[in-house]
Nanobody, 115 residues
């Protein structure tokens, strides 16, 4: 049974930083494609960042240069470092694991960027 648990969300002022964590159990993140998504109120869920087993990374244009995805294999955890946050980054952020037969989602963590 694969489980993903996100943490690290919160309220931050524009220009600030947050680091999100996604702790996985039941599967090794190092052998799977891991993604972060986000969903703002009234909007569709959108892809944010990607990392594969080889360490290749890719980002949505809206966050490229501000967000960094990484893995801590020893902790079986995926991180999303978010810098220079903007109000439009406000959303629930979800971790996603692409397994061989299905994908898995965490429960999400709220990020609010506001004065």
């Amino acid at each position: 049974q694969v489980q993903l648990v996100e943490s690290g969300g919160g309220l931050v002022q524009p220009g600030g930083s947050l680091r999100l964590s996604c702790a996985a159990s039941g599967s090794s993140i190092g052998r799977n494609v891991m993604r972060w998504y986000r969903q703002a109120p009234g909007k569709q869920r959108e892809w944010v960042a990607y990392i594969n087993s080889g360490g290749y990374k890719n980002y949505a244009d809206s966050v490229n240069g501000r967000f960094t995805i990484s893995r801590e294999d020893a902790k079986n955890t995926v991180l999303l470092q978010m810098n220079s946050l903007k109000p439009e980054d406000t959303a629930v952020y979800y971790c996603n694991l692409e397994g061989p037969n299905r994908t898995y989602w965490g429960q999400g963590t709220q990020v609010t960027v506001s004065e």
